[in-house]
């Protein structure tokens, strides 16, 4: 099946999930990664049995703290 992660096509097997998709694409500290799939959030306790779709679209967020002086 093909998917979109971050604008870019790629091919992944069928029953593919969340958590292998973290794996597979080697995601910089996956313990910080938010997912999204269609612009929808996936709880971190679901990456295990969120199964991705033919023509998905996953975007990997990271959300960084920060403040004005």
Not at 7 to 33: F, Q, R, S
Request: charged content about 30%; proline content about 3%; cysteine-free.
């Amino acid at each position: 099946m093909i998917i979109s992660i971050a604008g870019e096509k790629k091919e992944y097997a069928e029953g593919t999930t969340v958590k292998d998709l973290i794996e597979k694409e080697n995601v910089d500290n996956p313990e910080y990664v938010t997912v999204t799939v269609n612009d929808e959030f996936v709880d971190r306790e679901a990456f295990p049995t969120t199964t991705l779709k033919a023509a998905d679209e996953v975007e990997f967020l990271y959300f960084m703290g920060g403040g004005a002086r």
